[in-house]
T-cell receptor, first 115, second 115 residues
Framework: AQTVTQSQPEMSVQEAETVTLSCTYD???????LFWYKQPPSRQMILVIR??????QNATENRFSVNFQKAAKSFSLKISDSQLGDTAMYFC????????????FGKGTHLIIQP | ETGVTQSPTHLIKTRGQQVTLRCSSQ?????VSWYQQALGQGPQFIFQ???????GRGNFPPRFSGLQFPNYSSELNVNALELDDSALYLC??????????????FGPGTRLTVT
């Protein structure tokens, strides 16, 4: 079984600051994918960033980057120059059993960007 | 290119009733996954359909069933509704079975309330 743990239920930072969201996971597979999804109040789940486990280089997408520590099974998301539109629920997710097992999500972190 | 759509947006049912939720995949996508997101939780994988066949299933009872049609649209059926079935139901489509492990595009969800 695979598990994903997000230990920060809520975080709040000022606009333009940098914030890091934490995620740990567990899987017995060697090859897997990790994701960060954003879910704004509109409810639509939006992919923020994706990391393939066999790639050592950390993924980056504009202001979003990850710190992937495979041995520690840690996958944190860093948001630089945070914006008001970044306010949302953020979910860490894992897919290690192939698509037929679906994504396993954490419980989420509610990120609030203050003006 | 049309994204993933779901209908209805909201609905209210009574305990013991049956419900059908619908999902239209993104154009060209042949794989659909369904998730249940209870309030304050991350989504949980229900099942996946590929070319009209169930390809994988999460830890949900048989009263949760699905269909996929030749045009790759999909339905989620829930029989004998229980209060705990109240949740946001998300559909996600993927270009192909192989890509579903790392590429899922979510719809806006259907909010089901069981009273």
């Amino acid at each position: 079984a695979q598990t994903v743990t997000q230990s920060q239920p809520e975080m709040s930072v000022q606009e333009a600051e940098t914030v890091t969201l934490s995620c740990t996971y567990d899987t017995s597979e060697n090859n897997y994918y990790l994701f960060w999804y954003k879910q704004p109040p509109s409810r639509q789940m939006i992919l923020v960033i994706r990391q393939e486990a066999y790639k050592q280089q950390n993924a980056t997408e504009n202001r979003f980057s990850v710190n992937f520590q495979k041995a520690a099974k840690s996958f944190s998301l860093k948001i630089s120059d945070s914006q008001l539109g970044d306010t949302a629920m953020y979910f860490c997710a894992l897919n290690s059993g192939g698509g037929a097992d679906g994504l396993t999500f954490g419980k989420g972190t509610h990120l609030i960007i203050q003006p | 290119e049309t994204g993933v759509t779901q209908s209805p947006t909201h609905l209210i049912k009574t305990r013991g009733q049956q419900v059908t939720l619908r999902c239209s995949s993104q154009s060209g996508h042949n794989t659909v996954s369904w998730y249940q997101q209870a309030l304050g939780q991350g989504p949980q994988f229900i099942f996946q359909y590929y070319r009209e066949e169930e390809n994988g299933r999460g830890n949900f009872p048989p009263r949760f069933s699905g269909l996929q049609f030749p045009n790759y649209s999909s339905e989620l059926n829930v029989n004998a509704l229980e209060l705990d079935d109240s949740a946001l139901y998300l559909c996600a489509s993927s270009p192909d079975l192989g890509t579903s492990v790392y590429e899922q595009y979510f719809g806006p969800g259907t909010r089901l309330t069981v009273t």
